[in-house]
């Protein structure tokens, strides 16, 4: 048994297991089930074709060992330690930070966009992708995390009385998955809540018509109440991070309900995906074609959109199920040696070591904001005895990622960056396209910045939080409430707001960087919890 590397804080805790029936009334139940009868009709026409701005994220891999399984008992939700499940006493100052942002964020949400999927900080209104209140359910569990009990009732309260799902319209099932399942799942172990459990049910049967292909890979979107799946207007094919990175949460699902089919859904994906030729030591191309079952789009290999996630769910998915799947671990560790063979360059003249792409063997060194998960996965793996040697790398490349906020002139990264692989006089390490100078709050960075300091102690990585977050204040807070995704991290003058806060900007940024901040090991420890792409945590089954 591998021995464990930079372990902090206590062995793992109990989980125990959840009680369906925990603390929600008979009352939310009866108004849940009756506005949900006529919603349908309420939607309409209603149509809408979702396409993934992600484009894929997460993915996982699965042995014969999980679908010969049968679905694990279901358990009560996890109990928390008392920092968790009563406000911290005494949040630091940069944790107050943290809660200053969230509370200005949700001004601007609750007064504009209330119910809505997201919102238009400048304009002052909101937009609208799948009409499920994203922004909403991405942040429970952060208002749980940050203590913030009035603002979860209140939103608790829209979860019972507003959020049905017997509406005409299409959602993305990779981006409803870790957004929606994914909050509802968290919200039910940290609050032991179980109107969150029985929406999340509700919800992910709801998803299941996408599974029903030739392939059995799903399609990339289905229409939650018709039931009518299909892949993109322009393709028959799916990302291979959309169809490998909704494992954790069906998996969970099926847990915590005792009902197979969701597990086994995503299990055969994962099979599947295992078993196909068109691989690159261990990395996977970015399209499968779902009446084919095959990878298409062949000899084009990248970490960032469109697979990135799928190596993260391969380690996440081990640690989930109690680290028995051993053909995930050895599928994980295999791309993780690819990514070293292939995609790891350093820059000129600093060194700067960074993940590139790859197409028909030959390099280039374009690099994703996307890819900054990779830092804070390699030293997850760590922690959880994976080879020593991964945490250096993971110390390098988040130095990298740092390097591509520090470096700007508004301190936050853009959306791409090129790296100079030759040292040339008024070069730098770093280069950004024109069309590429966005920001859009993505999390990536402080992710790993969160599991680096967690794993190491080395303050320096909260410091470079600290830094992040006071950028994110100056550049692209609006004054009425709310933050906006910014067009130029280039220009501190004219960063240009593009009238738009990512749900995940509540959802993920703000939750790391409150943990990152955090001394204490055991809230929402790494023992206990494994986070999903969208930061939600979901429990470990059987803590060694």
């Known amino acids: 048994k591998p021995r464990k590397h930079f372990r902090r804080g206590p062995p793992h805790l109990q989980i125990r297991a959840p009680n369906k029936d925990s603390k929600a009334g008979t009352q939310d139940g009866a108004e849940e089930r009756a506005g949900a009868s006529k919603a349908a009709h309420q939607e309409g026409d209603l149509q809408r074709t979702a396409i993934s701005w992600r484009g894929a994220v997460i993915e996982p891999e699965q042995d014969s060992e999980l679908s010969s399984r049968k679905a694990e008992t279901p358990t009560k939700p996890s109990v928390l330690p008392a920092m968790v499940q009563n406000r911290p006493a005494h949040p630091n100052y940069r944790q107050k930070g943290v809660v200053d942002v969230f509370l200005h964020a949700w001004k601007g949400y609750r007064k504009f966009a209330w119910g809505h999927d997201e919102l238009k900080p400048v304009s002052r209104s909101f937009s609208e992708w799948f009409g499920l209140g994203l922004t909403l359910i991405d942040a429970l569990d952060t208002m749980w995390i940050l203590g913030l ?20 319209v299409d959602v993305n099932l990779f981006e409803s998955t870790i957004r929606v399942l994914g909050g509802l799942l968290s919200a039910y172990h940290l609050s032991g809540d179980s109107l969150f459990l029985r929406k999340a049910e509700d919800f992910g049967n709801r998803l299941m018509p996408a599974f029903r292909t030739p392939s059995q890979i799903p399609y990339s979107d289905v229409n939650i109440g018709t039931g009518v799946a299909h892949p993109p207007r322009w393709t028959s094919d799916s990302t291979v991070a959309e169809v490998t990175s909704i494992q954790l ?15 086994e859904a995503v299990e055969k994906v994962t099979k599947h995906i295992h078993s196909l030729s068109g691989k690159k030591d261990g990395l996977v191309p970015m399209f499968i074609n779902t009446h084919s079952g095959l990878f298409t789009h062949l000899g084009v290999f990248t970490l960032g959109a469109r697979a990135d996630s799928y190596y993260e769910y391969l380690l996440k998915q081990w640690i989930q199920g109690g680290k028995k799947e051993t053909q995930l671990l050895e599928d994980y560790i295999e791309a993780i040696e690819g990514i070293k063979t292939h995609l790891l360059q350093r820059s000129e003249p600093s060194k700067l070591i960074f993940v590139g792409e790859l197409a028909h063997g030959r390099f280039s060194t374009k690099m994703d904001h996307l890819v900054c998960f990779l830092p804070g996965t390699l030293a ?18 988040m130095e990298t990622c740092y390097q591509m906020n520090r470096q700007m002139e508004t301190g936050l ?5 090129h790296f100079n692989l030759y040292s040339q006089p008024g070069h730098r390490d770093i280069e950004v396209k024109p069309a590429d100078r966005h920001n859009l709050l993505r999390p990536e960075t402080v992710e790993s910045l969160f599991y680096l300091y967690r794993l190491t102690g080395d303050r320096k990585y909260q410091d470079w939080g600290w830094e992040i977050l006071q950028s994110f204040s100056r550049f692209t807070r609006v004054p009425s409430g709310g933050y906006s995704s910014i067009n130029n991290v280039r220009d501190p003058q004219k960063p240009e707001p593009r009238d738009k806060m990512e749900s995940f900007f509540l959802g993920e940024t703000l939750k790391y960087l409150y943990l990152l901040f955090s001394d204490d090991p055991d809230l929402l420890s790494l023992d206990t919890y494994v986070f999903n792409t969208e930061a939600h945590p979901l429990p470990i089954w059987t803590p060694a």
């Open 149 to 168: 009990r009035k603002e979860f009732e209140e939103a608790r309260k829209w979860v019972s009385k507003k959020l049905h799902f017997e509406k005409n």
């Open 249 to 263: 949460e069906f998996r969970e699902l099926s847990r915590l309900t005792g009902v197979k089919k969701f597990q």
């Open 380 to 397: 997850l793996g760590v922690h959880h005895g994976l080879p020593a040697d991964h945490m250096q790398l993971a110390r390098e490349l």
């Open 413 to 417: 990264s853009p959306e791409i960056v």
